[in-house]
């Protein structure tokens, strides 16, 4: 299972970013799949869900300004950033299979300028 994320980079306060994950061995429409991020002196921590029948779940900081989907012909989870805090710095990675799932793919960072 691969799981390659893209997207990140530098991006102002108030400002928007999309980043995806392409999947390979694992089938997005019938697992869960996650994003987690990395932010500077904290854990690894939740970002958002989206699960099997389509229902969305995200953390409660983000909620409102992001978005989770995916395209099951493409086989590609992305997650859509408006509205980004300085706070949203980090790198933010993939997980399938679960919940979180065993699958992690390498990061893709993000930084927010104030």
């Known amino acids: 299972v691969q799981l390659q994320a893209s997207g990140g980079g530098l991006v102002q306060a108030g400002g928007s970013q999309r980043l995806s994950c392409a999947a390979s061995g694992i089938i997005v429409g019938l697992n869960a799949m996650s994003w987690y991020r990395h932010t500077p002196g904290k854990q690894r921590e939740f970002v958002a869900r989206?699960?099997?029948?389509?229902?969305?779940f995200y953390r409660d900081s983000v909620k409102g300004r992001f978005t989770i989907s995916r395209d099951d012909a493409k086989n590609m989870v992305y997650l859509q950033m408006d509205s980004l805090k300085p706070e949203d710095t980090g790198v933010y990675l993939c997980?399938?299979?679960?919940?979180?799932?065993?699958?992690w793919g390498r990061g893709t960072q993000v930084t927010v300028s104030s």
């Open positions: 997980n399938g299979g679960g919940f979180p799932g065993e699958y």
């Open positions: 989206i699960i099997t029948d389509g229902s969305t």
